[in-house]
């Protein structure tokens, strides 16, 4: 019988021809070895059958993580900064505020993950609506079908259809259930955003 | 472009090696994505500070790490849960895909059943493609032990799945 190293060193086709030849006429009259081989190559292919494919919704999900890590960590970089070009940034600040926007601020990924996802969807399955209220902007996607809670997102109420709230960097979602299950994504605290949500008629 | 750009443009095209590792690491579907996205935020947190190198083998050794840190005491016992596409089979060939989710739950049990380190060995090489010398990279140990760990684990699985088989056509 032949050692597991040889069965392996044939199995991965590393043995030269001639000693390649010599297993092949080994396992002709060995069964146990021919059931090793056997084995060997019905689990491999039980394995890899095995394989999946990451959903996109895990994919979008990715992308808000690291999104959000960015941007909490580009926030601690400007509160270092404070401290020692604070008054610059101040008369900065000044300058930009009194002056008109020139560009549009780009929406924060997770904004668009929603829009992308939604745009992904059919019609009748998933709306999206971008909102003003007050000097808030506000994405509400619709949908017919609840939608998952993420990750580190909580309940603020007892009860399944409780809305849930989750903030990421400087997104925040809210989510209600009913009467038609609405997710709500700003850049807005959770308490502005849900002030928002009552202008709208949804909370 | 960004540095959250430039990370998901080199890390995302691995996502089904690290998705297909953290499965067979956990046994649930949520946890298993909740470890990828720990994955990658830990090594979004470390991107600076890589310097080329294979992104995929030096994220799977972070979702390695990770796993055996934060989810080794998860490792269920008997509670696994069904796997999400089993028993929800199309209208065409029923039973045959109703028998394939049967194997496939067969097959997470089995592996759950494997040693640790063949079942770590087989996730490296069968399902998150790496070659035998890389896992042996990652394993810290010789690629001939990785061959031995991934082929005793390989004939585990099939005589487990020729097992269940029988005892279903008996």
């Known amino acids: ?203 | 472009m960004t540095s959250h750009r430039a990370f998901l443009d080199a890390t995302l095209p691995h996502l089904d090696a690290i998705h297909n590792l953290a499965r067979r690491m956990t046994s649930d579907v949520g946890l298993a994505e909740d470890l990828v996205q720990e994955t990658y935020l830990r090594a979004f947190r470390g991107f600076a500070r890589h310097r080329g190198g294979d992104v995929r083998s030096w994220l799977v050794a972070i979702c390695l790490n990770t796993a055996r840190s934060q989810w080794r005491r998860a490792r269920p016992a008997e509670d696994l849960r069904p796997e999400p596409d089993a028993g929800r089979p199309g209208p065409d060939d029923v039973a045959e895909q109703a028998l394939a989710g049967v194997d496939r739950a067969a097959l997470v049990r089995g592996l759950w059943q494997l040693p640790e380190v063949q079942r770590i060995s087989i996730a490296l090489v069968d399902l998150a493609g790496l070659s035998a010398q890389e896992a042996a990279e990652l394993l810290s140990c010789p690629r001939g032990t990785v061959l031995a760990r991934v082929h005793r684990g390989r004939r585990a699985l099939a005589r487990l799945l020729a097992r269940e088989r029988a005892a279903r056509d008996a």
């Open chain 1, 1 to 203: 019988m032949l050692d597991d190293a040889t069965i392996i060193a044939y199995l991965e086709g590393e043995l030269d021809a001639r000693a390649a030849a010599a297993v092949d006429d080994h396992l002709l009259d060995c069964d146990d070895c021919w059931a090793a081989v056997k084995e060997d190559r019905e689990g491999r292919q039980l394995a890899e059958g095995m394989r999946e494919t990451a959903s996109p919704r895990l994919r979008d999900r990715l992308r808000m993580a690291v999104e959000a890590a960015d941007g909490r960590r580009a926030a601690r970089r400007r509160r270092r900064v404070l401290p020692l070009g604070g008054a610059i940034v101040v008369v900065a600040t000044g300058l930009l505020l009194s002056r008109p926007a020139t560009e549009p601020r780009r929406d924060p990924e997770a904004i668009d993950a929603v829009v992308r996802l939604a745009r992904a969807q059919s019609p009748a399955a998933m709306t999206v609506t971008r909102y003003r209220v007050r000097d808030i902007q506000v994405v509400v996607a619709r949908s017919d079908r609840p939608f998952a809670m993420p990750g580190g997102a909580r309940p603020t109420g007892p009860g399944a259809d409780a809305p849930w709230v989750a903030s990421r960097g400087e997104v925040t979602l809210l989510c209600f259930s009913r009467p038609r299950p609405a997710l709500l994504v700003s850049t807005a605290s959770p308490r502005a955003l849900t002030d928002a949500a009552r202008s709208l008629g949804l909370a």
